[in-house]
């Protein structure tokens, strides 16, 4: 349902994947899904009818926050990106780890990280790029703005990951088209996280 222009929250009571992709992606979604159930992890609410979108995922916490995700995303018949130096994508192994997901950040500019991002948010046909706001599996008092500045100049939707370690419950609970107006957005953003808890739940720190 329709909180306001651009703020949607999804149903908690279902958890609907993208269309089918074809037999290999088939595979892999079911040894994710046996990964999950086997672990006591359920995911909540329906994948939305999306082709890019920056995926807020949160609380980061651990390593295995990571894993996670990409079991999430496996089961929701979803590839996840992420970000990384540009050197990596580069030399003898450049292929494989951009094979991996990896979206090289050219940081030899200034504000290079967005420019880059935007760049590839405009190249690609498709992209889910998953960043954790908190930038660190240690405390962070403050969240890192690149989230929303990336949403914000690809104009793409913010799709709200939340993996709550209290229920084992990762859920997809909605989104948020950015209006440029930060603060206003915050308090619709925070409150998909104010009852999340991490697997290490000293390390995670909500803004006020």
């Known amino acids: 349902m329709s909180t306001n222009d651009g703020h949607q929250i999804f149903d908690p009571a279902t958890h609907k994947p993208a269309p089918f992709r074809g037999i290999l992606p088939e595979i892999w979604r079911y040894i994710c899904a046996l990964y999950l159930k086997l672990s006591g992890w359920r995911l909540q609410g329906d994948w939305p009818d999306l082709q890019k979108a920056v995926i807020l995922a949160a609380p980061h916490t651990s390593n295995w926050d990571g894993i996670l995700m990409l079991a999430t995303a496996g089961q929701y018949r979803i590839t996840l990106r992420f970000m990384g130096k540009k050197s990596l994508t580069e030399g003898p192994f450049g292929g494989i780890v951009k094979w991996l997901g990896c979206v090289p950040v050219d940081r030899s500019t200034s504000n ?8 590839a948010f405009a190249n690609a046909r498709d992209l889910f790029l998953a960043i954790p706001p908190e930038a660190t599996r240690s405390r962070a008092e403050e969240w890192k703005k690149g989230y929303y500045l990336i949403a914000q100049a690809a104009v793409v939707p913010i799709v709200f990951a939340v993996m709550d370690f209290a229920t084992k419950t990762v859920r997809i609970s909605g989104s948020l088209k950015p209006t440029g107006d930060y603060e ?25």
């Open 112 to 119: 290079g990280l967005v420019t880059s991002m935007t760049t």
């Open 184 to 208: 206003a957005d915050w308090a619709l953003i925070r409150s998909h996280y104010e009852r999340a808890v991490g697997k290490h739940p000293a390390n995670f720190a909500l803004p006020a």
